[in-house]
């Protein structure tokens, strides 16, 4: 995938450009290191936001983007203090509103690079719900760049069926039955349905395959 990546980014990008988001993925590699418990995540978030925009029909560019926005997703976490993400408690309010902080300066970190200003947006915003509940600005709906609706699907999927220190794993047709009882109100409905569609289709074998 990272492979992937690069050719995209070499193909598009001047010298000086390719070595700030160069930078920038080394820094994505670098958040595993600050945050094991999440160790791979990213990646995956990665893998299945491009599948999902496959699924859509979104051309290749924009599958490409996704990818590189889901390794940068969580890119803000390294500007976050390490012991709410440790903490296998119910965060405080405080602790909450500390642990939010991340899409903001998952965002002000990505911006800097001119060529990324879309992503930086996506970022930006896939802690967003469909209902209007979700942060930094209680986007709701169509409101909510389609970018971050997906990676905020797939986020939630690989959240759910991959092994965290407090949560116990789930299957995947459970945490797909999850996503499909949230449409509409923290997700996008039709993110979820080809989603859903695409893990049926597989036999619900996405994992080994997709990474
Ligand atoms: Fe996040």
């Given at each position: 995938m990272l492979k992937a990546i690069l050719e995209e980014l070499l193909e598009n990008q001047r010298p000086a450009k390719l070595s700030q988001s160069l930078l920038l993925i080394t820094l994505a590699a670098l958040l595993d290191t600050h945050d094991p418990l999440t160790s791979g995540h990213s990646r995956r978030i990665g893998t299945y936001s491009s599948l999902i925009a496959r699924e859509l029909g979104l051309s290749e560019r924009i599958q490409s983007a996704l990818r590189l926005a889901g390794l940068l997703h969580d890119i803000g976490k390294i500007g976050v203090r390490k012991a709410p993400l440790y903490k296998p408690d119910k965060l405080s309010d405080e602790e909450m509103d500390e642990m939010k902080r991340h899409v903001i300066l998952g965002y002000e970190i990505i911006v800097e690079v001119p060529q990324l200003t879309t992503i930086a947006g996506i970022v930006l915003h896939h802690h967003e719900r469909i209902d209007g509940s979700g942060y930094p600005h209680g986007l709701s709906g169509d409101e909510i760049p389609l970018g971050s609706r997906?990676?905020?699907?797939?986020?939630?999927?690989?959240?759910?069926?991959?092994?965290?220190?407090?949560?116990p794993t789930i299957s995947v047709p459970k945490a797909l039955e999850e996503l499909e009882k949230c449409s509409n109100t923290q997700f996008d409905s039709e993110v979820v349905r080809v989603f859903g569609a695409y893990l049926r289709n597989k036999g619900f074998h996405l994992l080994g395959e997709a990474l």
């Open positions: 997906i990676l905020c699907v797939a986020d939630s999927f690989d959240a759910m069926v991959t092994s965290r220190l407090y949560r």
